[in-house]
């Protein structure tokens, strides 16, 4: 059974720092991309960073120089560094875990619960 556990968030200020967390299990982790993606209120869900087997990143360009993702495969845990948060980071962060092959073929892709992240004075 496949469990990914988000956990970290918050309420924090204006200029203040969050780091997520994500546990997985059930899943070779190492062999797999691991994203944090958000939903704020009366939005779509919306990719946040990605990052590969191989540690590259990716970043939406909203958050680019303030969030850093990050994994450690021997604890089967990927991190999301949050700083400089700003009102609009707000929203329920979720962890996502994704296994494509070559070629293309989806081989497994799992959502956390999420984590309510506010940023608020």
């Known amino acids: 059974q496949v469990q990914l556990v988000e956990s970290g968030g918050g309420l924090v200020q204006p200029g203040g720092s969050l780091r997520l967390s994500c546990a997985a299990s059930?899943?070779?982790?190492?062999?797999?991309?691991m994203g944090w993606y958000r939903q704020a209120p009366g939005k779509q869900r919306e990719l946040v960073a990605t990052i590969t087997r191989g540690g590259n990143t990716n970043y939406a360009d909203s958050v680019k120089g303030r969030f850093t993702i990050s994994r450690d495969n021997g604890k089967n845990t990927a991190y999301l560094q949050m700083n400089s948060l700003k009102r609009e980071d707000t929203a329920v962060y979720y962890c996502?875990?994704?296994?494509?092959?070559?070629?293309?073929?989806?081989?497994?892709?799992?959502w956390g619960l999420g984590t309510q992240v506010t940023v608020s004075s």
């Open positions: 996502n875990a994704d296994l494509t092959l070559r070629g293309g073929i989806h081989a497994g892709n799992y």
């Open positions: 059930g899943i070779i982790f190492s062999s797999y991309t």
